[in-house]
């Protein structure tokens, strides 16, 4: 199956610094992936959809220069938490659709997530 | 806009029943549902996939029923094991672009 990866896993940073965490298709191409954050016994909130080659797609709330997205290939993008604050610790997580799937990509794969703890 | 509901209260269950999950949604018409099993500390994992013009789905002890008129969708995961425990999230698709709209799961343990 359709494996995605994320690095770091875990991250502590200090207040007022950036992080960045990848999100990586290891076997097949995703045009689009999703970034997702998820705080204590919640749902995953969708934040931004990343797009290859061109700027992502922010959701109503998310602050996009906060959260910096770079989707420069077809099997990585990444997620910036720029100056970061201890309201910004959370579990972030990534996924990707695999448009081999069924030719529409409805299945998405996700990332094991990156858990973000800022001091 | 689109909310999506699942049983509010952690479900526990003795071993070797049958664990039913609840989804229900409004104010939107997906053109399908899928459902997904997360582990502490884990990213979601993809379970089964069910259209709109599909009543029901197996995959292997799991069961997944969507109903477009009540607006709801049963899964059911038949002989549980302890390590069927885990939280379970449904989600529909909001758009052609892939986006998922998740509800906020709901948490199964299976009792030996």
């Known amino acids: 199956g359709a494996v995605v990866s994320q690095h770091p896993s875990r991250v502590i940073c200090k207040s007022g610094t950036s992080v960045k965490i990848e999100c990586r298709s290891l076997d097949f191409q995703a045009t689009t992936m999703f970034w997702y954050r998820q705080f204590p016994k919640q749902s995953l909130m969708l934040m931004a959809t990343?797009?290859?080659?061109?700027?992502?797609?922010?959701e109503q709330g998310v602050e996009k220069d906060k959260f910096l997205i770079n989707h420069a290939s077809l099997t990585l993008s990444t997620l910036t938490v720029t100056s970061a604050h201890p309201e910004d610790s959370s579990f972030y997580i990534c996924s990707a659709r695999d448009l081999r799937v069924a030719g529409v990509g409805e299945t998405q794969y996700f990332g094991p997530g990156t858990r973000l703890l800022v001091l | 806009s689109q909310k999506i509901e699942q049983n509010s209260e952690a479900l526990n269950i003795q071993e070797g029943k049958t664990a039913t999950l609840t989804c229900n949604y409004t104010n939107y018409s997906p053109a399908y549902l899928q459902w997904y099993r997360q582990d502490p500390g884990r990213g979601p994992v993809f379970l089964l996939l069910i259209r709109e013009n599909e009543k029901e789905k197996r995959k292997e002890r799991l069961k997944v029923t969507f109903d477009t008129t009540l607006k709801q969708s049963l899964f059911h995961i038949t002989a549980s094991q302890p390590a069927d425990s885990a939280t379970y999230l449904c989600a529909l698709l909001y758009n052609q672009g892939g986006k998922l709209i998740f509800g906020q799961g709901t948490e199964l343990s299976v009792k030996p």
């Open positions: 990343s797009n290859e080659g061109s700027k992502a797609t922010y």
